[in-house]
């Protein structure tokens, strides 16, 4: 048989009695469990090339939808703000460095169908598309590349929160065309 999570108490090792629902409580110790919703840090890195400016994306290269483009981003570290491990995640997927200190909030919602995270979207300071280091394909990234605008972004963009944090940056800002992703 399969164990799931949370199955035997972390702290005194007793089975939990009814392991389906959140939160349990221990017969051997009381302790209590829960399932909370994990933030998750996004960050919108506008890309400045010439008049024009659009933001980073990347194409997924892992599960859950593999083959789509997706914002930068990516769960917390326990020692880490949410700016702090968004840069990180920034580094991590794209190779290119960003100021922490620099990411605005944009917004936050939860995730859908299952709102077991909560999604939190900041906006980075411009990086001039010539300042981006070479790419390198990772684990979970096959391509890097820009989005010039919000048209369209529904059909190209792996998530339902992406897709509108995307939206809402280019309406902030005016910006009314077609995604027209190019590699970067
Ligand atoms: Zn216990």
Redesign the pocket.
Known sequence: MTNLRDTF?S??G?RYTEAATYPRT?T??T?QVWANPVPVSVVLVPIVEGPTSGLLVVRRAIPPQIGKLALVGGFLEEHETWRQGGAREVFEETGLRIDAQTIEPLWFESSSPRPNRVMLFGVAAPVSKAALPPFQTNTETSERGVIHGPAGVEEVLAFSTHIEATQRYFAARGIAGPHAFTPA
């Open positions: 108490c702290f005194c007793t221990c051997g110790c302790t």
